[in-house]
């Protein structure tokens, strides 16, 4: 019949007694407290139907620790509860309580007892708050620990991490207590005998870093995650730290170093001992080492993570020492990264697999070329040499003539159309004749001359000019490299056609 103006809601007075600020108010967490509060005021304005996720929402708080909080005050009987689903309770007043020898935490026989074991584990060496019992109870509660396992937890945490350690610090413990299943003091007793090695490795950690003081948790997670997960050994965890001098050294920056020494393992398999790590870092720094190189052999500042793994792939298809020869050659021939795998191809098609090949192949290139352009200059041919012209050059040194017979022979093609195939069919009259030496190659030609001698003076031919007196181009290295990496492609081309 009668409801209340907004405002009155909004500006009117929520009755909080004395009796509840004195007895029940220092005993209680804060988040507690403020639940306790907004059901107190939603008790004089009733909604229908308010949820534990509703009130989390309110009041800026897990749901979890709204639930927490309401099963609290149900251990305090300040709340009854009526139904389950949905939850609904009833609110009793703390002078109803006290008048009727309800009152207090008395009435839950089982907390008593727990309050009474935990001030009896700390004595003289801490004073325990009743908040804090009420935590560790709730590990009792909602976690569904024993009290005697959570007992064994807080003895546990005292000789770790001193009689002044934080309850809610130690609550994480508690959920990994549940997660493990256990159940019995056995059980317990081998969980802490682990956790004392985490912390006891964790601290290990601190102190190769430089650092006096016990661990945080979250460092202990870290150091149970390397050591469980990642299944490092503790001496290669210790082994690892020699890396921090880099950077700073915290076990945030030391995971980052096992993380990237297990992604960079071979077949997946990352080290776990001092020993295995030692190895695995010496070959991460031989390979940064090489991907150094090669940026250098491409003339390139620095290495990017880009050319890291174009250098790691290659060197999975070709010999590293290869791959440097090749990134070299490119670079000498005014190319870039985009030339090096073209270049590795062309070689693999020559039957090239090392470096050692490679570098006879290039010796051997560079002087067909060398000997090849001062036959053009001999001859009065322009261009290059082709991939054709070193096939005809290696035939010719078959047949074991030198550069000088070379160079007569590309003399008297001077005057020919097709110069090169006429010095060809004078080398091979030569070869047929068993001249190796320019002295024969006189003595053929001035025989040639006195069977002639009797021909009319002009059918004579021209007095010929020695190769000498031509002017011979010298070539760099650089140029002679080009010209290397412009015969394979040019053998590349003609293999795709």
């Given at each position: 019949?009668?409801?209340?103006?907004?405002?009155?809601?909004?500006?009117?007075?929520?009755?909080?007694?004395?009796l509840?600020?004195?007895?029940?108010?220092?005993?209680?967490?804060?988040?507690?407290?403020?639940?306790?509060?907004?059901?107190?005021?939603?008790?004089?304005?009733?909604?229908?139907?308010?949820?534990?996720?509703?009130?989390?929402q309110?009041?800026?708080?897990?749901?979890?620790?709204?639930?927490?909080?309401?099963?609290?005050?149900?251990?305090?009987?300040?709340?009854?509860?009526?139904?389950?689903?949905?939850?609904?309770?009833?609110?009793?007043?703390?002078a109803?309580?006290?008048?009727?020898?309800?009152?207090?935490?008395?009435?839950?026989?089982?907390?008593?007892?727990?309050?009474?074991?935990?001030?009896?584990?700390f004595g003289?060496?801490?004073?325990?708050?009743?908040?804090?019992?009420?935590?560790?109870?709730?590990?009792?509660?909602?976690?569904?620990?024993?009290?005697?396992?959570?007992?064994?937890?807080?003895?546990?945490c005292?000789?770790?991490?001193?009689?002044?350690?934080?309850?809610?610090?130690?609550?994480?413990?508690?959920?990994?207590?549940?997660?493990a299943?256990?159940?019995?003091?056995?059980?317990?007793?081998?969980?802490?005998?682990?956790?004392?090695k985490?912390?006891?490795?964790?601290?290990?950690?601190?102190?190769?870093l430089?650092?006096?003081?016990?661990?945080?948790?979250d460092?202990?997670?870290?150091y149970?995650?390397?050591?469980?997960?990642?299944r490092?050994?503790?001496?290669?965890?210790?082994?690892?730290?020699?890396?921090?001098?880099?950077g700073?050294?915290?076990?945030?920056?030391l995971?980052?170093?096992?993380?990237?020494?297990?992604?960079?393992?071979?077949?997946?398999?990352?080290?776990?001992s001092?020993?295995?790590?030692?190895?695995q870092?010496?070959?991460d720094?031989?390979?940064?080492?090489?991907?150094?190189?090669?940026?250098?052999?491409?003339g390139?500042?620095?290495?990017?993570?880009?050319?890291?793994?174009?250098?790691?792939?290659?060197?999975?298809?070709?010999?590293?020492?290869?791959v440097?020869?090749?990134?070299h050659?490119?670079?000498?021939?005014?190319?870039?990264?985009?030339?090096?795998?073209?270049?590795l191809?062309?070689?693999?098609?020559?039957?090239?697999?090392?470096r050692?090949?490679?570098?006879?192949f290039?010796?051997?290139?560079?002087?067909?070329?060398?000997?090849l352009?001062?036959?053009f200059?001999?001859?009065?041919?322009?261009?290059?040499?082709?991939?054709?012209d070193?096939?005809?050059?290696?035939?010719?040194?078959?047949?074991?003539?030198?550069?000088?017979?070379?160079?007569?022979?590309?003399?008297?093609s001077?005057?020919?159309?097709?110069?090169?195939?006429y010095?060809?069919?004078?080398?091979e009259?030569?070869?047929?004749?068993?001249v190796?030496?320019?002295?024969?190659v006189?003595?053929?030609?001035?025989?040639?001359?006195?069977?002639?001698?009797?021909?009319?003076?002009?059918?004579?031919?021209?007095?010929?000019v020695?190769?000498?007196?031509?002017?011979q181009?010298?070539?760099?290295?650089?140029e002679?490299?080009?010209?290397?990496?412009?015969?394979?492609?040019?053998?590349s081309?003609?293999?795709?056609?």
């Open positions: 019949m009668f409801e209340q103006d907004e405002s009155m809601l909004r500006f009117g007075v929520t009755p909080v007694e004395n509840f600020i004195q007895e029940y108010l220092p005993a209680a967490r804060g988040d507690y407290v403020k639940v306790y509060l907004y059901a107190l005021y939603t008790s004089a304005h009733p909604k229908k139907e308010l949820s534990a996720a509703e009130i989390a309110e009041l800026g708080m897990p749901q979890s620790d709204v639930e927490g909080a309401l099963r609290y005050w149900e251990r305090r009987h300040l709340l009854v509860r009526l139904t389950d689903n949905p939850p609904a309770y009833q609110m009793k007043s703390p109803q309580l006290l008048l009727s020898g309800e009152a207090g935490m008395e009435a839950d026989s089982a907390f008593v007892a727990f309050s009474e074991d935990i001030y009896a584990l003289d060496r801490r004073k325990v708050r009743p908040s804090e019992i009420a935590q560790a109870y709730e590990w009792v509660q909602d976690l569904g620990l024993r009290q005697e396992t959570v007992l064994m937890l807080l003895s546990h005292l000789s770790t991490r001193g009689a002044q350690f934080s309850f809610k610090l130690a609550e994480p413990e508690a959920v990994r207590m549940r997660e299943n256990v159940v019995t003091a056995e059980d317990a007793e081998a969980f802490f005998a682990h956790s004392k985490v912390q006891d490795g964790a601290r290990a950690v601190l102190r190769r430089g650092k006096r003081r016990q661990p945080s948790q460092e202990m997670d870290l149970r995650k390397w050591t469980q997960e990642w490092y050994e503790p001496d290669a965890i210790l082994e690892a730290c020699a890396e921090t001098t880099k700073e050294p915290t076990f945030a920056y995971d980052g170093i096992l993380n990237g020494i297990r992604a960079r393992a071979e077949r997946g398999e990352a080290p776990r001092a020993q295995q790590l030692r190895q870092m010496s070959a720094q031989e390979k940064r080492a090489s991907v150094r190189a090669f940026a250098a052999e491409l390139l500042r620095g290495a990017p993570d880009t050319l890291n793994a174009t250098y790691t792939r290659l060197c999975g298809e070709y010999e590293p020492g290869l440097l020869l090749a990134a050659q490119a670079h000498a021939a005014g190319r870039g990264l985009d030339a090096v795998e073209p270049y191809a062309a070689l693999r098609r020559r039957g090239v697999t090392t050692e090949q490679a570098l006879t290039i010796a051997e290139t560079d002087a067909a070329n060398r000997t352009y001062a036959v200059a001999a001859c009065g041919l322009n261009g290059k040499p082709t991939n054709a070193r096939t005809l050059y290696k035939k010719w040194r078959g047949w074991g003539f030198g550069e000088e017979l070379l160079l007569l022979a590309a003399e008297q001077r005057g020919a159309d097709n110069k090169l195939p010095m060809d069919k004078v080398l009259a030569w070869h047929e004749a068993g190796t030496a320019p002295e024969q006189s003595a053929r030609q001035a025989a040639h001359a006195r069977g002639r001698a009797a021909a009319p003076a002009a059918q004579r031919p021209a007095r010929q020695s190769a000498q007196q031509y002017t181009r010298e070539y760099t290295d650089e002679l490299n080009r010209q290397t990496l412009e015969l394979l492609e040019e053998a081309q003609r293999d795709e056609r």
